[in-house]
């Protein structure tokens, strides 16, 4: 879900931050008060291009931020992996964002970080859908195709998509392991070398190891400073010549102990005197020990260098990424030879490995195709459906099965045809639909399938009357389980919006651009604005009368 867009200098938008929230999200304003600014704020995070143009008159670029709500297992996508490794540990979502320089330039940020634009584009397009350009090319993917089939087909297709995914990427790591394994002996023969140098490498070593030698290297090098304090601190309390704290502290309380009778109160403080006294000789005397265990250890610090370095050449000869990464690399190469010394064959444990992979993700392919089969019609027959209560003539809509090479969502490809037209041929609806019908036809698969932040700009154009009222029922529906944004003219969307949020123009120089989400008071009279007007509205009943 998109929690909140911020919007700095674009074009004439000075300045906004729009908090979103569940359900029916309205986006209004007058013809050319810009509301294609927001739609066009929302583009560039779903990776548009950009130029000049877009940058303001209130500074040298441009700005659009988001935070979204992700779903579970969100960042175990290889496609997002570049963005999971800039993920701040504890957070739950994703803020990205697109900066514009008055050059036409711009760079992409996750999380305040800069990366690719291509990673930000991807992250947001599985989050945010929206119609125009965006939608025709998220239609045209066979990879969304079948997304909405899955979806269609509830919720035991998507965890058995998860049991695809993960079974597909045991058949790859399987398939790697035997062609390393067979690739010829010599390679098997270094293996197993490799595997012994570095269980022999690392024996006696501990987790915990090399922090401690790191500390111990660490003291070792601040000898001198801690001898000098040391010795410092001794002298004070009890020095070789002269008089220290403690002798001082046994003056003090032999003054004190013949008059203990006379003034018993006395007899505390002289108490303390002799426990203070036996307290800083034991310390003086700790301190002398301190710095002379101090000399004990000649070469000591050489040796720390020596076994550290040894560490970090075994951590980059073996590719581990820490020390405990190394320890953990040594206990499963253990495993490996434990393996080879019982009689095991590697190349045959490999090569049944990979057997059993390949039979877990046939397996899950069977089941999937099954599921999508049993579903296709269906789907089909609910969005034709959707589609001729929105106004799209029939709505004659078919789901295309077909079998494919084996993959990690299955094997099979999935096409969505349309005839928009009586007598014409059925044809891929990213080629045959318009701007309008194929928000038309995203608001229908949304709507029987499910979606996650769906955004329309042209979901009403060339449409009233009787269909307005059709797609205003339809996307309060979408909206009771998917999170929807739609910049509409038509009062009939307005109207039924969860939160409604106005775009003007305000005069001045220069004029700029103001979107502000509405109040009851506000919302009643845009709503009556978008119908005609108070004095129209008023005209339409004495015709009625």
């Known amino acids: 879900m998109l929690r909140s867009l911020r919007i700095e200098n674009l074009v004439l938008i000075r300045e906004a931050e729009l908090s979103f929230g569940p359900g029916l999200n309205a986006v209004t304003g007058e013809t050319g008060a810009g509301k294609t600014i927001f739609a066009q704020a929302v583009g560039l995070l779903l990776g ?76 947001a397009e599985r989050l945010v859908a929206m119609s125009g350009q965006f939608e025709q090319r998220r239609l045209a993917r066979a990879s969304f195709q079948l997304d909405v089939l899955d979806a269609f087909c509830g919720a035991e297709q998507l965890e ?37 140098a570095l269980v022999d490498s690392t024996e006696g070593m501990e987790p915990g190891g090399e922090a401690e030698l790191l ?34 502290a046994a003056l003090a309380e032999r003054a004190l102990a013949p008059l203990e ?36 250890e000649p070469g000591a610090l050489e040796d720390l260098e020596e076994r550290l370095q040894a560490i970090a050449d075994l951590r980059r000869r073996f590719g581990a990424s820490s020390y405990d990464g190394l320890l953990e690399l040594a206990d499963a190469a253990e495993c490996e030879l434990g393996v080879t010394a019982d009689g095991g064959d590697p190349v045959e444990a490999a090569r ?50 077909r079998e494919r090479e084996v993959g990690p969502t299955g094997g099979d490809g999935v096409t969505f045809l349309i005839r928009p037209n009586p007598g014409l041929p059925f044809a891929p609806i990213a080629d ?35 269909t307005a009222h059709a797609v205003a029922a339809t996307l309060q529906r979408l909206a009771e389980r998917a999170q929807v944004l739609t910049i509409t003219h038509l009062p009939q969307i307005a109207s039924v919006a969860d939160r409604h949020f106005r775009v003007e123009k305000v005069p001045g120089d220069p004029t700029h651009t103001r979107i502000e ?15 005609g007007g108070a004095e129209f509205i008023a005209t339409l009943k004495d015709a009625a009368v």
């Not at 006379?262 to 303390?272: D, F, H, K, M, R």
């Open 48 to 123: 548009a291009r950009a130029d000049a143009t877009s940058v303001g008159t209130q500074g040298s670029e441009a700005y659009v931020e988001a935070e979204l709500d992700v779903p579970e297992g969100f960042f175990d996508d290889e496609e997002l992996a570049a963005l999971a490794e800039l993920r701040p540990d504890g957070e739950i979502g994703l803020v990205i964002a697109r900066r514009v320089f008055g050059d036409g330039r711009t760079r992409a940020y996750a999380w305040g970080r800069a990366v690719a634009r291509e990673d930000v584009a991807a992250a």
């Open 215 to 248: 500390a111990r290297r660490e003291r070792l090098r601040h000898v001198e400073e801690l001898a000098e304090a040391a010795s410092a601190a001794a002298a004070a309390l009890a020095p070789d010549e002269g008089d220290g704290a403690a002798a001082l």
């Open 517 to 531: 989400e509405l109040d009851d008071l506000l919302r009643r009279e845009e709503v009556e604005r978008m119908a």
């Open 432 to 466: 045959t639909a318009s701007g309008g019908e194929l928000s038309r036809i995203a608001l229908a698969l949304a709507a029987v399938a499910g979606g996650e932040t769906l955004v329309f700009d042209e979901i009403d154009a060339g449409i009233g009357g009787v």
């Open 261 to 296: 009778r006379i003034a018993p109160e006395l007899g505390a403080t002289a108490e303390e005197l002799r426990d203070l006294t036996v307290r800083l000789r034991e310390a003086g005397s700790d301190l002398h020990r301190f710095v002379s265990s101090l000399d004990a």
């Open 160 to 196: 058995r998509r998860g049991d695809a995914r993960l079974a597909w990427r045991e058949l790859v790591s399987a398939r790697r392991r035997y062609d390393e394994l067979t690739r010829d002996a010599d390679a098997v023969a270094f293996r197993l070398a490799e595997l012994q």
């Open 352 to 401: 049944q490995a990979a057997a059993r992979a390949e039979e877990r993700v046939a397996a899950l392919a069977v089941e999937l195709r099954s599921a999508r089969a049993a579903n296709a019609e269906g789907l089909a027959d609910a969005v034709a459906a959707e589609l001729a209560s929105l106004g799209m003539g029939e709505g004659e809509f078919l789901v295309e099965l």
